[in-house]
């Protein structure tokens, strides 16, 4: 008698053409699949999952689950870690006025940016460009750029320069325009930093202006230099 589970073409073509029933599936077979199912929707949790949901959930897996639970965790940190590398710059980078839109207004979402147009041969210009070099080292999460003025904005004035402007997700949250502003080649790094943390171009450490302290110590050595009234009343007797 014919075997109708046996796999022989002919089994086949009276299974489709309905005259035998469907070949049965071993039992062992069907637990394997079943299991198969099971880990295939584990896994689909576990990748529509964040770490932080991984980390939630954690409790209502098995001790079976732990092992794909990690792999899928270390999957996330580093892509997070991916993301993050983007976003790290550290140095000062040169741009041109071609680049602008590029590197300005589509730096990003999130990014901060912070550009200096400058020129060769003004010394100030010099200094913040090396101000800017510790700084971008310092915060790597800042975009630092800077520009010949003239490549990026043509005709710009020489009077206007140094010129800082800060963008964030391609909009201008600040801008300092000629040296006045920087109080001149007395410029100290730290002082720079705490202007552009108070754009929100950068998070300080700084607890307070360091223009201030340089203020407080020049007004107490003024006063200390002033004749007291004691003084005063003795030249005039």
């Known amino acids: 008698m014919q075997d109708p589970n046996e796999d022989t073409e002919w089994n086949d073509i009276l299974r489709k053409k309905g005259i035998l029933p469907p070949k049965e599936t071993p039992k062992d077979e069907e637990e394997e699949e079943e299991l198969a199912l099971q880990q295939q929707s584990v896994v689909k949790t576990y990748e529509s999952m964040t770490l932080e949901e991984l980390d939630e959930n954690e409790d209502e897996f098995g001790e079976d689950d732990e092992a794909a639970m990690e792999m899928y965790r270390q999957k996330r940190l580093a892509e997070w870690k991916a993301t993050q590398m983007k976003n790290i710059f550290g ?36 200094l913040i460009n090396q101000h800017l070099g510790a700084l971008a080292a310092k915060f790597p999460q800042t975009k630092f750029l800077k520009s010949i003025s003239t490549t990026c ?22 801008q300092f325009i000629g040296p006045l502003v920087f109080g001149g080649m007395n410029l100290k790094v730290e002082e720079l930093e705490w202007r552009l943390s108070e754009s929100g171009a950068v998070k300080t450490d700084l607890e307070e202006n360091p223009k201030k ?6 007004m107490s050595s003024i006063r200390s230099s002033l004749p007291t009234r004691k003084d005063s009343d003795s030249e005039d007797d």
């Open 91 to 126: 140095e000062v980078s040169e741009i041109s006025g071609q680049d602008y839109v590029k590197e300005v207004n589509k730096a990003g979402e999130g990014i901060w940016v912070v550009l200096h147009l400058y020129k060769q041969g003004i010394p100030l210009c010099t």
């Open 153 to 174: 904005i043509p005709n710009y004035p020489d009077r206007n320069l140094p010129t800082i402007f800060v963008y964030f997700e391609g909009e201008m949250k600040a």
């Open 213 to 218: 302290q340089i203020e407080d110590k020049l």
